[in-house]
């Protein structure tokens, strides 16, 4: 690939073209054309893996594969519905793998990570009706690991400046003894900084706790061994795997879960149902009440499937290429700022956060998608304390990446923020439903969807 497709002026080097100058892996959509406001379609740039990653072609190719099958899951007699059976349960099997999961590790289908970690939440151990620990949090996780435990006993610890400083931090709240859950994110969602997961599990068991770690930007960008590490719990999405459906799932230490409270009242979660009392089942069922997401499950574990299977060194490689081109590239340009949390952090998944000095960040995100074809997300990456602490009330910009990145997306991304920065906006903005949109946009749509913006529906996301 010559740099010539690079119109920004910021080129990568040699080796960056190596590693990432094409795919990983294919993915869905990798063509996707975008309408431009100033006329005519453009390669779609998606920079926005954080959020949803695209569905990689195998698992979309997988997906039509079992399509024919699908049908109600455990209690059928019928063919289909024997295939569908086996699908879902050989997928835990599959899951367990991926993460490295101990032989008895629970495997418990979910909606998303959201829904996993609220359910660890009604599993924390307690002696009549008390809770007997509290769980302690970071002020840097992503609201889903901030919010479900806001309703049991819990202690919150401000991170340091550095790492090393939140470890030692960490340290003194476990040592003052009462904690049963030390909950921490593997990945942050809002600048991609990894913490040492395997050193915080051996500083929860220390002092007696249990830890759980949220794995849902860390799980697509890195391999996961939790019996290595000791890590009791672990949590992620398929959506965020390169697989559709949004399925979740929490992988982990049986007894917990086996004695907490049933997360979904319903169906397939009893032993005997009686009138006005009920007798639990254990193991998985017992919490996944109702009818399962049984594609959701199959296409995270062929999702998970082929992650594993990719060179873990070709895998680091392509995604430590594109963020480090995009980080050079967004530091070269006046008035551009690249966020981080640790100044000792050293590793760091395919995101990078940002701000504009000038622009309010849904503007420039309104901007890049319009002008230039390149989708990224903007706001507080409902990650609000961290935000705050950070300086950026109001929000920033986040670009994040993947195994169907190439390094002529973040060319794109560099170059509508070099052209901002020399020349300013080429179009009007209005805000619409809290959202920067086009004004006077007259793009088209598919002709079974909406045509508008699809800004009706966000939450306002603006008062602390």
Same mark, same amino acid.
């Given at each position: 690939?010559?740099?010539?497709?690079?119109?920004?002026?910021?080129?990568?080097?040699?080796?960056?073209?190596?590693?990432?100058?094409?795919?990983?892996?294919?993915?869905?959509?990798?063509?996707?054309?975008?309408?431009?406001?100033?006329?005519?379609?453009?390669?779609?740039?998606?920079?926005?893996?954080?959020?949803?990653?695209?569905?990689?072609?195998?698992?979309?190719?997988?997906?039509?594969?079992?399509?024919?099958?699908?049908?109600?899951?455990?209690?059928?007699?019928?063919?289909?519905?024997?295939?569908?059976?086996?699908?879902?349960?050989?997928?835990?099997?599959?899951?367990?793998?991926? #993460?490295?999961?101990?032989?008895?590790?629970?495997?418990?289908?979910?909606?998303?990570?959201?829904?996993?970690?609220? =359910? =660890?939440?009604?599993?924390?151990? @307690?002696?009549?009706?008390?809770?007997?620990?509290?769980?302690?949090?970071?002020?840097?996780?992503?609201?889903?690991?901030?919010?479900?435990?806001?309703?049991?006993?819990?202690?919150?610890?401000?991170?340091?400046? +550095?790492?090393?400083?939140?470890?030692?931090?960490?340290?003194? *709240?476990?040592?003052?003894?009462?904690?049963?859950?030390?909950? #921490?994110?593997?990945?942050?969602?809002? +600048?991609?900084?990894?913490?040492?997961?395997?050193?915080?599990?051996?500083?929860?068991?220390?002092?007696?706790?249990?830890?759980?770690?949220?794995?849902?930007?860390?799980?697509?960008?890195?391999?996961?061994?939790?019996?290595?590490?000791? #890590?009791?719990?672990?949590?992620?999405?398929?959506?965020?795997?390169?697989?559709?459906?949004?399925?979740?799932?929490?992988?982990?230490?049986?007894?917990?879960?086996?004695?907490?409270?049933?997360?979904?009242?319903?169906?397939?979660?009893?032993?005997?149902?009686?009138?006005?009392?009920?007798?639990?089942?254990?193991?998985?069922?017992?919490? *996944?009440?109702? /009818?399962?997401?049984?594609? &959701?499950?199959?296409?995270?574990?062929?999702?998970? @499937?082929?992650?594993?299977?990719?060179?873990?060194?070709?895998?680091?490689?392509? *995604?430590?290429?594109?963020?480090?081109?995009?980080?050079?590239?967004?530091?070269?340009?006046?008035?551009?700022?690249?966020?981080?949390?640790?100044?000792?952090?050293?590793?760091?998944?395919?995101?990078?956060?940002?701000?504009?000095?000038?622009?309010?960040?849904?503007?420039?995100?309104?901007?890049?998608?319009?002008?230039?074809?390149?989708?990224?997300?903007? &706001?507080?990456?409902?990650?609000?304390?961290?935000?705050?602490?950070?300086?950026?009330? /109001?929000?920033?910009?986040?670009?994040?990446?993947?195994?169907?990145?190439?390094?002529?997306?973040?060319?794109?991304?560099?170059?509508?923020?070099?052209?901002?920065?020399? +020349?300013?906006?080429?179009?009007?903005?209005?805000?619409?439903?809290?959202?920067?949109?086009?004004?006077?946009?007259?793009?088209?749509?598919?002709?079974?969807?909406?045509?508008?913006?699809?800004?009706?529906?966000?939450?306002?996301?603006?008062?602390?």
């Amino acid at each position: 690939m010559s740099t010539a497709t690079f119109s920004s002026t910021i080129q990568p080097s040699p080796g960056q073209e190596l590693a990432a100058g094409r795919p990983l892996a294919a993915v869905t959509g990798a063509e996707l054309q975008a309408p431009l406001i100033q006329g005519g379609h453009v390669r779609y740039a998606n920079l926005d893996y954080g959020a949803s990653a695209p569905a990689l072609t195998i698992v979309s190719a997988y997906l039509n594969e079992v399509l024919p099958y699908y049908a109600s899951v455990h209690r059928g007699a019928g063919y289909a519905s024997q295939i569908s059976t086996s699908v879902y349960e050989n997928s835990r099997n599959i899951v367990r793998g991926f #993460v490295g999961g101990r032989p008895d590790d629970s495997v418990i289908f979910t909606r998303n990570t959201t829904d996993s970690l609220n =359910l =660890l939440a009604g599993c924390l151990p @307690q002696i009549d009706g008390k809770h007997t620990g509290e769980v302690l949090y970071l002020d840097i996780e992503h609201h889903a690991n901030l919010l479900p435990w806001q309703g049991v006993p819990h202690r919150s610890v401000v991170a340091d400046t +550095t790492l090393a400083g939140t470890i030692a931090k960490i340290r003194g *709240e476990l040592s003052q003894g009462g904690v049963s859950l030390l909950a #921490v994110t593997g990945a942050s969602n809002v +600048t991609g900084e990894i913490l040492p997961i395997k050193e915080l599990a051996a500083l929860a068991h220390e002092y007696g706790a249990r830890i759980v770690v949220d794995a849902a930007q860390l799980a697509p960008h890195r391999p996961i061994n939790i019996a290595a590490a000791d #890590v009791d719990y672990v949590v992620f999405s398929g959506h965020k795997l390169y697989a559709p459906f949004g399925a979740g799932v929490v992988v982990g230490r049986p007894d917990w879960l086996d004695a907490g409270t049933p997360h979904l009242a319903g169906g397939g979660a009893v032993r005997e149902a009686r009138l006005d009392s009920v007798s639990w089942a254990t193991g998985p069922a017992r919490h *996944e009440g109702g /009818s399962p997401n049984v594609l &959701g499950a199959a296409t995270l574990a062929r999702a998970a @499937q082929v992650l594993s299977g990719l060179d873990p060194q070709a895998w680091h490689n392509h *995604e430590a290429a594109i963020r480090a081109y995009l980080v050079e590239g967004l530091q070269a340009i006046d008035g551009v700022s690249v966020h981080r949390i640790f100044s000792d952090s050293t590793d760091t998944i395919g995101v990078v956060n940002f701000s504009v000095e000038g622009f309010d960040a849904g503007l420039v995100a309104a901007y890049l998608a319009a002008e230039h074809g390149v989708g990224l997300r903007d &706001g507080r990456f409902c990650a609000h304390p961290l935000l705050k602490r950070l300086g950026l009330p /109001s929000g920033s910009l986040r670009a994040s990446f993947g195994v169907g990145s190439r390094l002529e997306d973040a060319g794109r991304l560099l170059r509508g923020i070099e052209e901002l920065k020399r +020349t300013g906006l080429g179009w009007d903005y209005v805000v619409d439903e809290g959202r920067w949109v086009p004004a006077n946009d007259h793009r088209t749509y598919p002709e079974w969807a909406p045509n508008t913006p699809g800004t009706a529906g966000a939450a306002p996301c603006t008062v602390d």
